[in-house]
Each structure stands twice: as C-alpha cells, then as structure tokens.
C-alpha cells in the first residue's frame, strides 16, 4: 500500500514537473523571444496553469495508470487530460487577469508540448521494460513457445507474455498467407501452421500455444494433430469473450479437452428474450440436480428470476447443486425440494406451494442397456412421471411447460427412446386442450454428462486402458452441456405451444474417433500404450442416431441451431386408453404388457437385430 502510494506520487510529480516545463518551453517557443515582460509574466501565472491542469489530469485518472503497461488508451486519457486542462488554465487565467499579457500561442502551444511530456516518458518506460524482461533470465529458465494464430487473440497472448517472466515466445504461425513475414510486437510470423514440425526443432521450443478460440472442430483436428507430431505439450486458450474482467489470457490457458475438437461454431442466443421470458418468473427445474438440470439451473439463475425450484430425487445431487447456487447466486430465492415425479402427493404439493409458471422437465431415466431389462421402470419413470409433472403444471396454472427429449426417441429400438417418444406424445396431446403451453425440446448426446461415454473413457485411460467401445462404425451427435442447456432456454422463449424442437448438433461423431482422441490428448498413443477394444453393441443399441422422423417434416426456425419438427397425429383417445393401462400395468410389474401398450402409441418400435461383430476386436492400427 505504501510503495503504490509512493509510485502515485512520484508519478503526480512527474507530472506536474512536465506541466511546468511544457508551459514555460510554450512560452520560449514564440517568435519575439525573448520578451522579459513576456517571459516574467508566464512564469508568474505558473502556479495557476500547474494547480488547474494537474487538477484536470487527477480528475481524468491519469495517476492510477501504470506505467509498465502504458498503452494507446492511456495516452488518449492523457490527450483528454490535455485537452480539459488547456480548457480549465484558459478560464482560469481568464478569471485571474483577463488573459492580459498571456500570448495566444502559447495557450496554443502548449497542449502539444504537454501532450509530448506526458507520453514519452511513459512509452519508453514501457520499452525499456519489455526489453528488460525479454532478455532477463532471473526466475529460472523461460519456456519458449511458438504460437498458434496470429489474429486478435495471438496479439493479445503476446502482450500478455511481455508482462510474465515464465514465457518467451519465438513467433508465430499462421495459415494466412496475407500476414506471412508481418510482425506483431516484434515478433515475426514465421510461416504457416503445417511448418510447426520442422520450426519447433529450428526454434528449439519448449511448447505450443494455440491462440485460435474460434477454431471450427476440423480445423482444430488438424492443429492437434500437428501439434501431437512434434512431441512438445500443447495449450489453448478460451474465447476473449470469455475471460473474466481483470483475467490474462496466460492464467487462462488450459489443456485441449475433447470438447474443443467436436465443437461446432459458438452458439448465438436471443438473450434479450430469453431475460424477458423467464424474468420475474418462478421456475421449476425437475431433475435439477442432473447434469442437463443442473447447467440449466445455473443459466436460469443469472436471468434474474424471481424464484427458483429444484425438484430432485438424488439427495447428493441436491445438496450439491444447492450449494454451488448458493454461492454463486447469493441473491438468488432457491428452493430445494427432494422428491420423486411418480410420488403424486410429491408433485402436487410442490405445484401448489410454489405455483410455478415455467417448468424444465429434466428428470429422466436415460441409460439405454439398463433399463431394456426393466420397461416398468422405464415407464414408470420417463411417461407417468411426465404426465403427472404435465397435469399438475395444467392444474396449477403454469405458463409454460418444457420437455427435454432425446434423438432416441426417434425410431427407437430401445425401451428408452421408446419412453421418451410416447412422453413426447403426452405433452403434444396435452398442448390441444390445456391452457399451458407444452413444448418438447429433442436432443442428442451431451458431452461429459453423467454416464455418458466422455467420463467413462477418462477413467478407462486413468487405469491404463482398454478403452471399450461397442463397435467400429457406431456414431453419435454430441453437444455440450451448456450450448444443450441455452437452446433449451432458447426454444423455451420461442414456443407457441405443441412443438417439437430439434437442436442442430451438427455433424455425428464416430466414437471410435472420440475414444482414439480422448488417449491422444492424454499423452498416449491409442493401440500401443492404451488398447482399445470393441465389445459388440448393447441391448437396444443403434449404430446410429436420427433427431427427427421422416413424416416430421423438418423446417428451420429463426434461430439457426434450432429446427422444427412438425407432430404426427395420434389419437387422442388412444392415448388416454393407453396411459390408464400403462398405470395398471405398472401397478402389476407387467412388463410384457407394458411393451405391447408402447407399440400402440410407437408402432415404429422394434427391437432391431444386432450387426454381427466378433465379440472382442483390438484396435486396427491402420484405421488410427
């Protein structure tokens, strides 16, 4: 505290030095010097013309820069300072002797010369500085880094490395042709990316950094790779718009996640009506504690709602997503509520005690080999449950009510997606004759959620492998859990009711590719240090996945990443009839009964024959 205080006055005395010497060198520069009279009375209007103008620039903030990194911002406050200290010496004089004996150019002159004291010092400090710290080895040896993309982020990656002492960085690479020989802070750009191999051994670096956070997915499959070539470790560094305030991009840096390499271009919101439409509102999350549930409840949380409810049948989970909003959201009006969907007195009481008026429906059975051995569950679960959250929401008044759906639902050969499908049909059925609107959201697999395949694979690999993957061409469409989580909202605030929303997941990924990238990015290579094995697909397991049927009739919506599915009609009295069977048989464990009631309302379920595939086939190295 002393020593900046100390730095802050001796800067103010700089100052104040520098508006001295500029008014009297304005003085000296006009063409009758010298003038004795002249010259007498600019030196007795000094204190005036130091007291106002240093009051300007202490006023303006000039004082709390810092001069190590001084930077145009901080010389367009100075010029600003300048400018309103000539402005307040002018009145001032004004005021003092009506200008009288002060020459007009010298009042004239005078910001310029000001403007050049105050600067330079500055700038050069700044440069002597950074030369300083680029050929300082103090702290150890510095890690030298050849950088990755010479846009925005590269520049500001550089100017951060100026300011640390643990990096030196060499250059940089970039594939624009355009920016070939440029230089940027003084460093050069030394050529294009697919030149790293053979500069990382000229360069002698000690690590990459990938400054390219708007990398499209292929595009950074080619940079990890290359960078995977040269043996060196390898950063990235997330969007700037990203960045927390005061945050550098080198604090910044993590490792590439698997995320980064299926990502897709970034997802642009409508926030302006997603705050309108859930502002003010009490929302209810079921399934809160999940992991779709739970981004949700972060997303919802900054929309300054007036209350938010978690319905949630983990204890854990609960208690875990409580206390992380908690703390993040202090404000926040959070009500955890431990109950199951199926338990009817649960369910009503959570509706009549806090009168939601908009509902995400998270709370889901999804674990496909599982629960085709046990369709009660799975019914029980995944439609009655629904159906009883949908009716309450109905009862109680609710606006709006959301059902998180899955690719599986289409053409499903699973007692899953089958669930999900006549679940979807519930709500579409409902959204006819009910003032709520319902609104069905359908997705693919979510990255890194709980019991999906990205966790499943980091432990394999944590233990040394083998990576198991079912078969060699199976594939999957994958999303983050925060882009799911925002189109949710997004779909939420777009829906009139009755719609099916299809999530635009881009391209599917082979899991294959997933799990021989997932053992690359770990510092291992896929069929030498860590095996991977194929073990045949699961019960109700489909080598690939669809996001809509055929007589849905896709058509886009004025969201790019979201698609609309147009229903199929099914008979509203069929629907009733098989719902209250569907009770009676869940109340009687008949499972064979429950699977034919399904078929009624999902004709397209079929259990689908297996492709054949060895029991255990070892990674095909040729194929890596």
């Known amino acids: 505290m002393f020593i900046t205080t100390g730095r802050r006055a001796a800067v103010a005395l700089h100052d104040l030095v520098m508006v001295a010497l500029a008014w009297c060198i304005a003085s000296l520069l006009r063409p009758d010097f010298p003038d004795a009279a002249l010259w007498h009375n600019a030196l007795r209007v000094l204190p005036l013309v130091v007291v106002a103008q240093g009051l300007m620039l202490w006023w303006m903030g000039i004082y709390r820069s810092v001069w ?56 050069v400090y700044r440069m002597w500085k950074d030369h300083s710290l680029i050929l300082s080895a103090t702290g150890g040896p510095r890690k030298r880094v050849l950088i990755l993309g010479a846009g925005r982020a590269g520049e500001k990656l550089m100017r951060d490395m100026l300011h640390d002492n643990a990096y030196l960085a060499l250059g940089f690479l970039d594939d624009n042709p355009s920016l070939a020989g440029a230089k940027i802070h003084g460093l050069p750009v030394l050529g294009s990316i697919e030149h790293m191999p053979a500069l990382v051994k000229h360069k002698q670096a000690d690590m990459i950094i990938i400054a390219m956070p708007s990398a499209s997915s292929a595009q950074m499959q080619r940079v990890v790779g290359l960078c995977e070539q040269t043996g060196l470790p390898f950063r990235t560094m997330p969007r700037l718009d990203d960045l927390i305030a005061g945050q550098t991009v080198l604090s910044a840096l ?67 997503i409580e206390k992380e909003l908690r703390a993040a959201f202090p404000q926040l009006v959070l009500y955890p509520c431990l109950g199951n969907t199926c338990d009817q007195a649960a369910v009503e009481h959570v509706f009549a005690t806090y009168r939601p008026d908009l509902v995400f429906h998270a709370a889901a ?46 053409n499903p050969t699973n007692v899953m997606g089958a669930s999900k499908r006549v679940a979807e049909i519930v709500c579409q059925k409902l959204s006819r004759r009910c003032a709520t609107r319902f609104i069905t959201v359908r997705f693919g697999n979510v990255l890194a959620s709980a019991g999906s395949v990205v966790p499943l694979f980091q432990s394999q690999i944590a233990s040394g492998g083998p990576v198991t993957v079912t078969h060699p061409e199976i594939t999957r ?59 045949g697909l699961r019960p109700g397991e489909k080598l690939y996945e669809e996001l809509f049927h055929a007589e849905e009739n896709l058509t886009g919506t004025a969201h790019g990443k979201i698609l609309l599915a147009h229903q199929r009609d099914v008979d509203e009295r069929e629907v009733a009839e098989v719902m209250d069977k569907m009770e009676q048989a869940c109340a009687a464990y008949d499972e064979i009964m429950l699977r034919q009631l399904i078929k009624r309302l999902v004709p397209e379920f079929i259990d689908a024959p297996l492709p054949p595939v060895s029991n255990v086939i070892k990674f095909n190295k040729s194929k890596a």
């Open 68 to 123: 190590r990194f001084a930077s145009m911002p901080d010389l367009w406050n100075i010029m600003r300072g300048v400018a309103l200290g000539m402005l307040a010496v002018s009145l001032t004089l004004f005021l003092f002797n009506r200008l009288e004996g002060v020459p007009r150019l010298t009042l004239l002159l005078y910001p310029f010369v000001l403007m050049i004291l105050l600067g330079a010092p500055r700038m």
């Open 254 to 320: 993590r490792e590439v996640a698997i995320e980064d390499l299926l990502s897709r271009e970034p997802v642009t919101l409508d926030w302006h009506s997603i705050a309108a439409g859930l502002c003010g509102k009490t929302v209810l999350v079921t399934g809160g504690g999940g992991s779709i549930g739970a981004e949700l409840c972060r997303q919802i949380a900054r929309l300054e709602v007036s209350a938010l409810v978690l319905y949630e049948s983990s204890e854990f989970n609960l208690y875990s």
């Open 365 to 410: 059975y999804k674990h496909v080999p599982m629960l085709e051995g046990q369709a009660r569950e799975a019914v029980h679960n995944n439609v009655l449950g629904t159906r009883r959250v949908a009716l309450a929401a109905d009862k109680h008044g609710c606006q709006t009510f959301v059902l998180i759906s899955t690719d599986k639902a289409v």
């Open 477 to 535: 469409y994958f999303m983050t859990i925060p882009e799911a989580s925002q189109l949710i909202m997004q779909a939420a605030v777009m829906g009139q009711g009755g719609e099916i929303f299809v999530l635009n997941m881009g391209a599917p990924v082979r899991i294959a590719y997933l799990a021989e990238q997932m053992i690359r990015l770990s510092g291992r290579i896929p069929g030498k240090d860590v095996e991977i094995v194929y073990t």
